[in-house]
């Protein structure tokens, strides 16, 4: 993992409302040396809340300004995500962020029964209703998995995983790349 961490790079965790996205967040840099973590949708809490074209655009930009100033005090890598849901978000966020980036894509997926039970151990309120509208416009994106021009993809169904077993999962997947 050492030649990985000299290399200007970011790890992006995306996947449906649910998954463990900001646990894994929260978590991975504990297992990193000289990492951070900063989960997107910390950086997009403003009021009146809106999700559009401009706030998209505020939440990318929130991240890559913050992504470099880690950058520059020397955490590298910067574990990241909860800020797009498909494969053409991914690629216009990725335009915007210097050529020599290390890009990491990890995909958490679970079964609809599993992200639910997740989302209502959540502080904030559950509500089906609102959980069923995310799941219908949001669904699992498929088209990572058959995309060759990611540097490094994995996709890991985490549904009746421990925070534990993928940690480890990635870990393996990240200490391949050296």
């Known amino acids: 993992m050492k030649k990985f961490q000299e ?21 991975l840099p504990e297992y990193i040396p000289n990492s951070a973590g900063v989960d997107g949708e910390d950086l997009l809490n403003v009021n009146p809340w809106a999700w ?45 962020l210097p050529e020599r980036t290390k890009v990491i894509v990890i995909q958490l997926c679970a079964d609809r029964e599993v992200r639910d039970r997740r989302r209502r151990k959540r502080p904030k309120e559950y509500q089906k209703e609102v959980s069923d509208w995310v799941d219908k416009n949001y669904p ?5 998995r058959e995309q060759n021009n990611i540097e490094s993809y994995l996709r890991i169904n985490n549904g009746e995983q421990e925070v534990e077993e993928t940690i ?11």
Not at 140 to 144: H, N, P, T, V, W
């Open 7 to 27: 290399e200007q790079s970011l790890i992006i965790i995306f996947g449906q409302e649910g998954v463990g996205k900001t646990t894994i967040i929260s978590t």
């Open 52 to 96: 559009n074209e401009k706030t998209l655009k505020l939440l990318w930009k929130n991240i890559i300004d913050t992504t470099r100033n880690f950058w520059a005090f020397g955490y590298n890598p910067v574990i990241t995500g909860s800020f797009f849901n498909y494969y053409s978000e991914f690629r216009e966020f990725k335009k915007l």
């Open 140 to 144: 699992e994106d498929q088209e990572f």
């Open 168 to 178: 480890a999962i990635i870990l393996e997947h990240l200490n391949h790349l050296d």
